[in-house]
């Protein structure tokens, strides 16, 4: 669970493990997501999340990771990925 904590997520799949390797990520999303219009009543929530994004994007950050894990693990060329 490390949102936030890596510069280059798809860069440090590419070099973390030697061939035969195995690597497990658990990450949650940052994000809250109604099936319905009542985030609408939450303007805080919605407020946090914008500030929470533009700050990490000003840093070279990204808080939107666990919905990319799998696109990077395969990119970098793992294999059998779960």
């Known amino acids: 669970m490390l949102s936030g904590a890596i510069k280059n997520w798809p860069g440090l799949f590419a070099t973390v493990l ?3 390797g195995w690597i497990e ?3 949650f999303e940052v994000w809250a ?5 009542s985030m609408n ?3 805080d929530i919605q407020k946090w999340k ?3 994004y533009e700050v990490a994007n000003k840093i070279g950050r990204t808080m939107d990771v666990a919905v990319h894990l799998e696109e990077w693990v395969l990119n970098a060329g793992f294999t059998g990925v779960v």
């Not at 997501?33 to 219009?37: E, F, G, I, V």
Request: aromatic share 6%.
């Open 18 to 20: 030697n061939p035969g």
């Open 25 to 27: 990520l658990v990450e």
């Open 33 to 37: 997501h109604l099936s319905n219009d």
């Open 41 to 43: 009543w939450a303007p």
């Open 50 to 52: 914008s500030r929470l």
